[in-house]
């Protein structure tokens, strides 16, 4: 299984925080993101699931309509700043599509990362800018009971530093 998490893109400092949109500049940066995606071989995606906040969905849209993908768009729970990610984990080490995009939010996918690379929530592995976008690789190993058991691999990171 492929899986990509993308941080939602620069957002006006609104209130409620649950309301904010992007803005010109967030949406630019996915415009950018989307261009260095195609260039180097494009993103395929089963599903694409985003965060009840309207930033996560406005930026799962924008990286959606840019990189024409067909993929259909949820919403679902779970992916706010200070959810937890243990559910989450759980969902994805038994997740049966191919490939898959999460649109959230930091510091819920920090925290996703560190504990799907290191099994640890707390040890930080990687600092996940706005607008940035990585690609995991579920491989499923036997363990000693027999038991699949899944190991995350990150296969690769961009951040706005590669296209602006």
């Known amino acids: ?20 949109e992007l ?7 996915l415009r950018g993101l989307a261009r260095l995606v195609r260039d180097t071989g494009g993103l395929e995606v089963e599903e694409i699931r985003h965060s009840t906040l309207v930033r996560a969905r406005q930026s799962a ?35 049966k599509a191919k490939s898959l995009l999460l649109v959230g939010h ?22 996940i800018k706005k607008a940035t976008l990585l690609c995991f690789e579920r491989v499923d190993r036997p363990s000693a009971l027999g038991q699949a058991e899944p190991i995350w691999i990150l296969r690769w990171m961009l951040s706005p530093r590669f296209f602006r």
Do not use: C, F, Y
């Open 1 to 20: 299984m492929r899986l990509h998490l993308l941080r939602h893109a620069e957002a006006h400092p609104t209130w409620p925080d649950e309301t904010r």
């Open 23 to 29: 803005t010109e500049n967030g949406r630019e940066s």
């Open 61 to 95: 849209e924008v990286l959606a309509h840019e990189l024409k993908l067909p993929a259909k768009l949820r919403e679902i729970p779970g992916l706010a700043p200070e959810d937890p990610v243990v559910p989450v984990a759980r969902t994805l080490a038994s997740e």
């Open 106 to 127: 930091n510091t819920h996918l920090e925290r996703l990362t560190s504990l799907l690379l290191t099994g640890r929530e707390h040890q930080p592995v990687a600092e």
